[in-house]
């Protein structure tokens, strides 16, 4: 199990933050996601072989958001 922590912008709100984790928590491998609105911080536990970061990065980036690097 990896932890992925990735900077998110456009989020506003807490219906934000549930879009987040229902986007990245529906993936397969994604055991938990954790969401701080203030920062902007998103971490993601999850098993790389079924969810590779760029899949996650994608699934967050699917949902209107985007992914600071």
């Keep these: 199990m990896n932890t992925l922590t990735l900077k998110v912008s456009g ?27 203030a920062s902007g911080r998103v971490d993601v536990a999850h098993d790389p072989a079924s969810a590779t970061p760029e899949a ?12 600071v690097a």
């Design 56 to 67: 996650i990065r994608a699934a967050i980036e699917g949902g209107g958001y985007s992914v």
């Design 11 to 37: 989020m506003s709100c807490m219906g934000c933050v549930n879009s987040v984790k229902n986007l990245v928590g529906a993936l397969p491998g994604v055991t938990s996601v954790q969401v701080d609105l």
